[in-house]
């Protein structure tokens, strides 16, 4: 920890139990849990409890517990998972190159237990070789996938957890790393290898298409997060770099802030509302990769002077976690997104470990 910073880290859980290093977590955005994926082929399901702080303390007491193992029946390791708005749809990519979806038993409307099984509803086949990243989109009507076959699928969700391939997209030239949707339209990003970021959106007269190239990264773009209000896009990258992308215009987005602080690849950036309240304030941004360390930015914008002209991004670090898994790469580091615990983030290793932390502000 760094004392010279505004806020310090505090570990609140080391959820312990995959066999193999753990890719990715995901936190249900309608109920109390947290996911995790492994090359062990599982996912984990732990639930947490709110309650009232300890004695001297402010912040609430948040405690977890294991619930479930889904044994997902994936032939390879499960790279990536993601949660439907709705908290009731999970979805697993693997490098068995399938998609899972995965939903619990209950009648129809009823609000499932919390030990209700995990069956798998559908398997979304197409992709040639390993889904590396799997992402529903706000309204929940989409969900993207991409693999290292250099291409990104769009799928819409029909009830009964009934899928329809809407499009396959063959922008990249190399693997597709991650996909990410931005938090209110129907925008799709990808990042890839050949160190591109491609937009799409969808042409109602025809397809889904690439409006959009954003060049930059010297090397393997790895992770992708919309800032909460949608105006700006966070890249992670194989350069160590983290770079900050404004739209500018309808279809034009400009790169606005290249951030350092890594000694090595950005494996993964996550975007939240954050506690600040300051005029401009965009949220925390945190990134995290193969150095091990998780470093947490407050981000602000101080708006430009004529519409269409670049912003200028004000950011600044507030806290550092350095060997947060000890000697292992961390993989994923995301923010819940639950009201009240904006300050808590859940991050997964090399080792099979996930934890989970609270950013403490002075």
Known sequence: ?????????????ELAGHDDRAWHVAWNPARPILASC??????????YDVAEPSEGSTQPAVTFSHTTTIPTGHTKTVRAIAWSPSGRSLATASFDSNIGIWE??????EEPRVDAEWECMSLLE?????CKSVAYSSAGNLLASCSRDKTVWVWEVHPDADFECMGVLMEHSQDVKCVAWHPTEEILASASYDDTIKLYIDDPSEDWYCFATLTGHES????????????????????TTVRIWERVQEHKWECVAVLGGHERSVYSVSWGRG????EGAL????STGGD???????????????LGGKSTIAHKVIARVSSAHGVSDVNSVVWCPRKGLENIFATAGDEGLVKVWRVVTS
Do not use: C
Not at 126 to 130: I, M, P, R
């Open 1 to 13: 920890m760094d004392e010279n910073l505004p806020a310090h880290v505090e570990l609140l859980a």
């Open 38 to 47: 492994s090359a062990d082929k599982t996912v984990r399901l732990y639930n």
């Open 104 to 109: 619990q038993e209950g009648g129809e409307g």
């Open 126 to 130: 197409g992709h040639e070789t390993e």
């Open 220 to 239: 393997t773009v790895w992770s992708l997060a919309f800032s909460p209000d949608g105006r700006f896009l966070a890249s992670g990258s194989d350069d």
């Open 275 to 278: 506690k600040s309240s300051e």
């Open 283 to 286: 949220g925390w941004l945190a």
């Open 292 to 306: 091990g360390m998780v470093v947490v930015r407050q981000m602000s914008v101080i708006p430009p002077a004529t």
